[in-house]
T-cell receptor, first 111, second 111 residues
Framework: GQNIDQPTEMTATEGAIVQINCTYQTSGFNGLFWYQQHAGEAPTFLSYNVLDGLEEKGRFSSFLSRSKGYSYLLLKELQMKDSASYLCAVRDRGSARQLTFGSGTQLTVLP | EAGVTQSPTHLIKTRGQQATLRCSPISGHTSVYWYQQALGLGLQFLLWYDEGEERNRGNFPPRFSGRQFPNYSSELNVNALELEDSALYLC??????????FGNGTRLTVT
């Protein structure tokens, strides 16, 4: 099975930088995904890591360490619209393609 | 390009009834995934269909079932509805091992 942990809530100030951590335990590993979900909306794909290191996409970056079972999502130059739930998800190794999701981190950006 | 579409947007049923939820994947995507998101909880994996076959199912009772049609659209059926089945049901699609793309969901309320 898989176990994914991420903080329940975080608060940050507009213009600041915030790091959302995710730790996972899995019998196999075939990629880690980050999604953003605004209240009442569909989750939208942000980033994907399968190898160790940092992936950068504009204001968003995601880091992976497979040996530590650890990832983080870094959001720079925070904007009010970044207030949302951020979901960490893992794909297991093998033929299964579904993702296992953490419970999500609710980020509130304050003015 | 049209995204993943789900219908209906909202569905109200009485305990013991059956519910049918529908999903149309992004054009060209052959895999469809169903997730349940209960209030305040993370996404729980229900079912994965690919090329018309059920490939994997999550830890849900058999009264949760579905199918995938030749055009890759999908139905989720929930029989003998219980109050705790009230949740947002999200459908996602993908092409092979690419990231999942989600629809806006069907809000099921069981009274």
């Amino acid at each position: 099975g898989q176990n994914i942990d991420q903080p329940t809530e975080m608060t940050a100030t507009e213009g600041a930088i915030v790091q959302i951590n995710c730790t996972y335990q899995t019998s196999g590993f075939n990629g880690l995904f980050w999604y953003q979900q605004h209240a009442g909306e569909a989750p939208t794909f942000l980033s994907y890591n399968v190898l160790d290191g940092l992936e950068e996409k504009g204001r968003f970056s995601s880091f992976l360490s497979r040996s530590k079972g650890y990832s983080y999502l870094l959001l720079k130059e925070l904007q009010m619209k970044d207030s949302a739930s951020y979901l960490c998800a893992v794909r297991d190794r093998g033929s299964a393609r579904q993702l296992t999701f953490g419970s999500g981190t609710q980020l509130t950006v304050l003015p | 390009e049209a995204g993943v579409t789900q219908s209906p947007t909202h569905l109200i049923k009485t305990r013991g009834q059956q519910a049918t939820l529908r999903c149309s994947p992004i054009s060209g995507h052959t895999s469809v995934y169903w997730y349940q998101q209960a209030l305040g909880l993370g996404l729980q994996f229900l079912l994965w269909y690919d090329e018309g076959e059920e490939r994997n199912r999550g830890n849900f009772p058999p009264r949760f079932s579905g199918r995938q049609f030749p055009n890759y659209s999908s139905e989720l059926n929930v029989n003998a509805l219980e109050l705790e089945d009230s949740a947002l049901y999200l459908c996602a699609s993908s092409l092979e091992a690419a990231p999942l793309h989600f629809g806006n969901g069907t809000r099921l309320t069981v009274t």
